[in-house]
């Protein structure tokens, strides 16, 4: 694959990103994370930050690295970022950075680079990315304990390359 170019689609209809982001202490040390279903991956951290932050940016990042992508899905763990970004952050520019109760939001530098991700998806003529909760977690929420691995018939997912950029 060349940079710039669209990856590969396993499902025709639409291109699979996860995305998880984590802090050690909170604040503390913080981490984010997205891969693609081809393989495809990128990763990266702060000193200090909070899990909240982590989530945001790795959702971020999935966003803006798959840029050219028609048909995103976005799977996170996190409730809070799929929340922020589905439900709440257009409000709270529309509120004057202010959530519903007249606090100030939290996390507005990244709220606002969420909003100029899918803003410019629109510009392009790209429909908004699909967030939803992994699957792992919607199987929990109906009674199924799960496990899969890669180990078993799931696929390997080959991190040896470098993520693609489309920027």
Do not use: F
């Amino acid at each position: 694959m060349t940079a710039g170019s669209s990856p590969r689609m396993h499902d025709a209809d639409r291109y699979i990103v996860a995305t998880d982001g984590a802090c050690k202490g909170n604040p503390g040390p913080t981490g984010w994370a997205w891969v693609g279903e081809d393989g495809h991956w990128a990763a990266g951290s702060l000193v200090k930050g909070t899990n909240n932050i982590g989530e945001l940016l790795a959702l971020l990042y999935a966003l803006r690295d798959h840029a050219d992508v028609r048909n995103l899905t976005i799977q996170a763990d996190s409730r809070y970022a799929i929340d922020t970004y589905t439900k709440w952050m257009s409000g709270h520019a529309r509120r004057g950075w202010k959530t519903a109760s007249g606090s100030p939001v939290k996390n507005r530098d990244i709220l606002e680079q969420l909003i100029a991700a899918r803003d410019a998806r629109e510009d392009a003529g790209l429909p908004d990315a699909v967030l939803e909760p992994v699957r792992a977690a919607a199987h929990a929420e109906k009674g199924t304990a799960s496990t899969w691995s890669s180990l078993g018939a799931q696929e390997r997912i080959d991190v040896s390359t470098a993520p693609r950029k489309t920027r």
